[in-house]
């Protein structure tokens, strides 16, 4: 399976732009599944929750989805891009999966980051898996990497790859994606964006440095910093199951969920 990373710099507050940007990637990319960073069609900062309600859309009846699952449908591609969702009076950080065959998988962030928790409503459970060209897929968002459960969470449900749109402004993911896929044997695709914005006093510069990490650990792919475009890197999800360390060792039937039973507490009252 081809996939692309397309790392831009999103114009904040320009949805239209943004949709532009990304459906020229797609065209221009030879790729089963192309990838583009975190909130994507909207840039990250918001002034208020109205700034942000003014620039989300429903998904996928909105502009941006009906235009990219035309390009998909066109090209025969999929694409999984970061996109500002309403949904009714709710606001969403959330990702949209478009497919060549008409279907949209959405995943609302589920841990929100810093300023985000201002104007966007708290997710519930939300579809996080995918296939495309027999590869599944796993779905989350930027900061869901500090939470090594959920990558694990994607793994046991059978993801070969991780994907994960991102805007990244501390320095430690790019290196913390290596053992997630390390710690699971899976593929792991982080595409951030580039640039800095600043609203209301607030400044936030992203690191780019997007990535593609094997399941061995092994970085297939690394983004400069200002890097601007599409990288593509073939995968092949037979490694990817295959969860043997040793002949003796499977990274997932290993685990002793029999000593873990505070994971499910709250952290207060663990041990
Ligand atoms: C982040 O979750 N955008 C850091």
Redesign the pocket.
């Given at each position: 399976m081809n996939i692309g990373l397309f790392q831009f710099a999103p114009r904040r507050g320009r949805p239209d732009e943004n949709a532009a940007l990304l459906e020229d990637a797609l065209r221009a990319s030879s790729v089963d599944l192309l990838i583009a960073p975190?909130l994507a069609t909207t840039g990250?900062l918001f002034l208020d929750r109205g700034e942000l309600a003014d620039v989300a859309e429903e998904v996928p009846g909105g502009p941006t989805a009906a235009r990219l699952a035309r390009a998909c449908r066109e090209t025969g591609r999929a694409i999984f891009f970061g996109i500002a969702e309403r949904a009714g009076d709710r606001l969403y950080n959330a990702a949209a999966l478009l497919t060549a065959d008409g279907a949209c998988v959405i995943y609302r962030k589920a841990h929100l980051?810093?300023t985000?928790t201002l104007v966007f409503d708290r997710a519930g459970a939300s579809t996080s898996f995918a296939s495309i060209a027999g590869t599944n897929i796993g779905l989350m968002?930027?900061?869901d990497w500090r939470f090594p459960e959920v990558a694990r969470l994607l793994a046991l449900g059978g993801a070969d790859l991780l994907a994960h749109p991102?805007?990244?402004?501390?320095p430690h993911c790019q290196d913390a994606m290596i053992t997630r896929a390390l710690e699971n044997r899976v593929f792991a695709a982080t595409v951030n964006r580039f640039g800095s914005e600043s609203v209301g006093g607030v400044t936030v510069q992203f690191s780019g440095r997007s990535q593609v990490v094997s399941p061995l650990g092994e970085r297939l792919v690394t983004m400069g910093p200002e890097e601007e475009g599409v990288r593509v890197t073939a995968i092949d999800p037979a490694l990817a199951r295959d969860k043997q360390v040793t002949p003796r060792n499977h990274v997932l039937e290993d685990r002793r969920v029999d000593l873990w039973g505070a994971l499910l507490n709250d952290h207060r009252s663990a041990g």
């Open positions: 975190e990250y980051f810093d985000e968002i930027c900061y991102s805007n990244l402004v501390h």
